[in-house]
């Protein structure tokens, strides 16, 4: 499973910003996709998720403001950030977790986009 991630940029506080995440393979059969955020000097957290019924859930610090979605036609996932806060500046990543026949789980990860959100 490859992802790509893109749309990360440079936007004033209370700004928008709409990531996308190209999947390589069926987005139904990805049992759980999310999208991470890391700043410098900082542990990599997530800050939503979908899993393959569509339930979503999000970090406290993004509820109300960002939204995720995925478009099975497409193959992609995106993440619309909107009233966007300096705290927010970080690279996020997107990520799709595979069940495994064994029981275990697989990783994917997109390379980060960097969104910088200036005050």
């Known amino acids: 499973v490859q992802l790509q991630a893109s749309g990360g940029g440079l936007v004033q506080a209370g700004g928008s910003l709409r990531l996308s995440c190209a999947v390589s393979t069926n987005i139904f059969a990805i049992n759980f996709m999310g999208w991470y955020r890391q700043a410098p000097g900082k542990q990599r957290d997530l800050v939503a998720g979908i899993s393959t019924g569509g339930y979503t859930n999000y970090a406290n610090s993004v509820k109300g403001r960002f939204t995720i979605s995925r478009d099975s036609a497409k193959n992609t996932m995106y993440l619309q950030m909107t009233s966007l806060k300096p705290e927010d500046t970080a690279h996020y990543y997107c990520?799709?977790?595979?069940?495994?026949?064994?029981?275990?789980?697989?990783?994917?990860w997109g390379q980060g986009t960097l969104v910088t959100v200036s005050s």
């Open positions: 990520n799709a977790r595979l069940r495994l026949s064994s029981g275990g789980y697989a990783d994917y």
